[in-house]
């Protein structure tokens, strides 16, 4: 078959550059919006900014974030018509990983995601940067902005463990992590079910057929749920169907396209011509073979005389589709969408064609209304326990430790907080088991939030004030332990835990109500596990009652098996009080 005869297209996503700087879509009045956060990322104030197009309104991201700074990107890439959003940015010149949270979610819900980067040289360097973006605790995308004025759109579809979820830049040398935008659209569970808990679909091209010029984007709120709709306009092959009738979805229908996008369609200009469609895969550095989720949508839109058939097959890369009832021929619905599609991702190729072709009892031509193309992510790095990450998050804000705090605070492991210890177990979540707060010059209580951290068994303050008015508490000021200090520096104080243990022990031993407390003075090797208590003394708080309803595992002493509740965190260590000795080991 010669190449000519053929209604040829390259489906690839072109950035959406030239279009969104033109966009022209009609104002309308915004409905009440339904759960849409939209970020104008770098924008400052409180002032929320409007787009003209969509009419929603962008939010400044200070709330979202706790890191990087406001930039506007150089005027040279200013346009009359360029989104507000994409005037300024938030750029990342500190961290490893930092990133956006976004609240007041339902845990186990479906969600799409979209961050939007525009460079304009908002940094005078002409370099745009290359770094990867993760949604949660797992990777999403490489971001590489190619140009200054080009826009990197990347979207997903993901189910969201937790009632938040993180959005994370990750700085991998290539230059610093910037963002113009951030939107999180909530979808029903029913739509694109091949977004589960386990896997998330990454965006590669959703095209709409039929609009005759490049800058016809439909988004919200034609499309209710603001998917963006690329046009693919072929005019010198393609002759455009379309109708003002309102598309119908169908009752449970997997998709929902928007009656817009499915009002338009494309059949090839020579009658006897089939459509060809074809994408080349696009390895991602995480995933040398990406697995792609292919959607085709369809809707009769024309009411055919009874003497006419349309009829046609699907084949990609030689393989015939089949309708669930067995048949390989397709006859679309009058103005209702139907999508064809697989639950699997296809067979791996370097290159996907797609023939839409005339079955021989056809008596009219081929035509098609619209394509999604995703790529399949696993999304099975499981995140650290929800009760987990709200208490270090108040143990966060309280202290306002900065570190590397940003993100998940135990996932993926090469990103774990700075400090923390975690337990990290296949098919459940990740715990927090062991914290190290010493250098951060704690003052003051600690939140109640730490007895939020049932796991945590192991806490390392490096505050020898823990054991105020006890002059034994003081680790004896001998050389060689001063230089385990400052090798180990993790290893020692709070005696929290040996407190604890010692407490029970007592209880469990005399059953009497005196409360002791050991104060050691360090390791006594340089293993961090064989700290030994070195001397031991009755506290003035020691007839202090005992709190009530606490919960501890009962047979054994070790440590990892302990709880503590933060009323006993706070009589043992004499409310934390500190006493500007800050972190000298030796006062
Ligand atoms: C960005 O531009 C606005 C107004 O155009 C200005 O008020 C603001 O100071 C600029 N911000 C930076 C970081 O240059
Ligand atoms: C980034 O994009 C440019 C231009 O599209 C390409 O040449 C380059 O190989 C890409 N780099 C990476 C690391 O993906
Ligand atoms: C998600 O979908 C994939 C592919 O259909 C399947 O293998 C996996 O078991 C699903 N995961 C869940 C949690 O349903
Ligand atoms: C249409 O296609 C047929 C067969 O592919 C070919 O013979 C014919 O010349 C084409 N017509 C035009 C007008 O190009
Ligand atoms: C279109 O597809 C049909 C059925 O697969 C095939 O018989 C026909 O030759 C194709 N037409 C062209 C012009 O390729
Ligand atoms: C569909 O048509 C294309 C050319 O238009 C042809 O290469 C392909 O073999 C056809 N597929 C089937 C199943 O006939
Ligand atoms: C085409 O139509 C004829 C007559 O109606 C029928 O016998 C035949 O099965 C049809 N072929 C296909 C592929 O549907
Ligand atoms: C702790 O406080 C001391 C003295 O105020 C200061 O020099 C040091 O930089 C502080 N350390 C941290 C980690 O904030």
Known sequence: MPERMVATSWLLLIGLAAAATAVVLQARAQPDSIGFISIDCGLPGTANSVDDATKLSYAPDAAFT??????????????????????????????????????????????????????????????????????????????????????????????????????????????????????????????????????????????????????????????????????????????????????????????????????????????????????????????????????????????????????????????????????????????????????????????????????????????????????????????TDSSDVSAIMAIKAKYGVQKNWAGDPCGPKTFAWDGLTCSYAISSRSRITAMDLSHNNLTGSIPDALSQLPSLTVLYGNNPNLCTNADSCKPPKRKSKLAIYIAIPVVLVVLIILVIALLFLFLRRKKQADVCCMCHSGSTSTNHNTVKPQSEMPMSYASAPLPQGDTYTQSSLHLENRRFTYKELEMITNNFQDDDRGNQIDG
Request: glycine content about 4%; charged content about 20%.
């Open 66 to 383: 706790d890191a990087g700074s406001n930039e506007n990107i150089s005027v040279e890439y200013v346009t009359p018509t360029l989104a507000k959003r994409y005037l300024n940015v938030r750029s990342f010149p500190d961290g490893e990983r930092n990133c956006y949270t976004l609240r007041s979610l339902v845990a186990g819900l479906k969600y799409l995601l979209r961050a939007e980067f525009r460079y304009g040289n908002y940094d005078g360097l002409n370099r745009p940067p290359i770094f990867d973006l993760y949604a949660g605790v797992n990777f999403w995308s490489r971001v590489n902005v190619s140009s200054p004025d080009g826009l990197e759109s990347l979207e997903a579809i993901v189910v969201v463990p937790d009632d938040y979820v993180q959005v994370c830049l990750v700085n991998t040398g290539s230059g610093t992590p910037f963002i113009s935008a951030l939107e999180l659209r909530p979808l029903k569970s029913s739509l694109y079910e091949q977004a589960n808990a386990t896997q998330g679909l990454v965006l590669f091209a959703r095209r709409n057929f039929g609009p005759t010029d490049a800058t016809d984007i439909i988004r919200y709120p034609d499309d209710p749920r603001d998917r963006v709709w690329l046009p693919l306009v072929n005019t010198a092959m393609w002759d455009v169907i379309s109708t003002t009738n309102k598309v119908q979805n169908l009752d449970k229908d997997p998709f929902e396209a928007p009656s817009k996008v499915m009002q338009t369609a494309i059949t090839p200009r020579n009658g006897s011509d089939n459509i060809t469609l074809f994408w080349d895969s696009e390895p991602q550095p995480r995933f040398p073979t990406p697995g792609y989720i292919l959607i085709l949508h369809f809707s009769e839109l024309r009411l055919l005389p009874s003497n006419a058939v349309r009829e046609f097959l699907i084949e990609v890369n030689e393989v015939l589709w089949r309708t669930s009832l067995g048949s390989t021929s397709i006859r679309p619905d009058y103005l209702y969408s139907d999508s064809f599609y697989r639950t699997a991702p296809l067979l791996a190729a370097a290159r996907y064609t797609v023939h839409i072709n005339a079955t021989v009892n056809s008596t009219l031509p081929p035509f098609i209304n619209a394509i999604e193309v995703y790529s399949v992510i696993p999304t099975t790095n499981a995140a």
